[in-house]
């Protein structure tokens, strides 16, 4: 009886530590708003993403830990302590490796429930096995910058040459699990979901369609509607006499400067209309008058 309460109470902590529910509502993880845009795509993303990162740790695990029984006291040796960098490395990796096969395991029985996957990965995001889970990445990561540093400034050694080879496999094959990671989100998502679509570049006016927008001389004496005393391109008062290009849309500019302007883009610097959209004639512009000569 003793021993089947305690396996019982072992059971329910084992389960309070995947599962956040009481705290669901506090804090959401950012990885909520993924999986509420694109639920199905998220979740295959999470699934590959712990079922490869939980199985690649232990098979790096094991041959690891096979090559220090048998070469720990030789590797001692070598001017940098690859060894400890290997033992402690693995030890992370296998730390996460339960955490993301619960995870993958879960989001597997609710999709063939046909269930809530974006509450199921609320529950999972906020319980005490998906934060452990960041803290210990995150010093995986910091582990793996130090073993680098350590690779980059360790000489041969004589007593364990192969100590060298596996840390540098080790380093290899994290690298090459980041940039399949990278590969799976860029074929799990939409591309509206990898970064806003750039706008289009802006498109340039011809030269026949810039000589076709009126040139105005510039009178400070007489005044209109809307006065507009400057060159927005330039941001140089107009002097008297200044050669001006209106646009369809009403706005002047200095000549020069507008026509390098719309060699490069097709619209109006102050309200962007496109100089190629029939626009209503502006009436009783300010102190201008068309340039006759």
């Not at 041969?156 to 290899?172: D, E, N, Q, T, W």
């Not at 806003?196 to 706008?199: E, F, G, I, L």
């Given at each position: 009886m003793a021993l089947a309460f305690s396996l019982a109470a072992v059971r329910d902590r084992l389960l309070s530590f995947f599962d956040g529910a009481e705290n669901a509502a506090e804090n959401p993880d950012p990885l909520l708003d993924v999986v509420h845009q694109y639920p199905e795509e998220a979740a295959w993303f999470i699934k590959v993403v712990m079922f490869f990162g939980s199985i690649s740790g232990v098979i790096i695990s094991i041959p690891c830990g096979l090559f220090l029984t048998l070469y720990w006291a030789p590797c001692g040796l070598c001017n940098r302590p690859?060894?400890?960098?290997?033992?402690?490395?693995?030890v992370l990796q296998l730390l996460q490796a339960p955490v993301r096969l619960v995870f993958f395991l879960r989001l597997c029985h609710i999709q063939r429930l046909n269930g809530n996957i974006q509450e199921c990965v609320r529950h999972l995001t906020h319980s005490a096995a998906w934060r452990t889970s960041k803290v210990v990445s995150i010093i995986t990561y910091g582990w793996f910058i130090l073993g680098v540093v350590w690779l980059l400034n360790s000489t041969?050694?004589?007593?364990?040459?192969?100590?060298?080879?596996?840390?540098?496999?080790?380093?290899?094959a994290a690298v090459a699990r980041l940039l399949m990671t990278l590969i799976v989100f860029y074929h799990s998502f939409p591309p509206r979901f990898q970064g806003?679509?750039?706008?289009p570049k802006p498109r340039g006016a011809n030269q026949e369609l810039i000589d076709s927008m009126p040139l105005i001389v510039y009178s400070p004496e007489v005044r209109g509607e809307g006065p507009e005393t400057s060159c927005a391109v330039c941001l140089s008062d107009f002097d008297r006499d200044a050669v001006l290009r209106r646009l369809p849309c009403g706005h002047s500019f200095h000549r020069g400067c507008i026509d390098k302007w719309l060699k490069r883009n097709k619209v109006c610097p102050l309200c962007l209309q496109d100089i190629e959209v029939p626009q209503p004639s502006p009436k009783g512009r300010w102190g201008a008058k068309d340039k006759t000569s």
């Open positions: 690859l060894r400890y960098w290997i033992l402690v490395h693995c041969y050694c004589k007593p364990c040459p192969g100590l060298y080879r596996l840390s540098l496999a080790v380093i290899f806003q679509q750039p706008p």
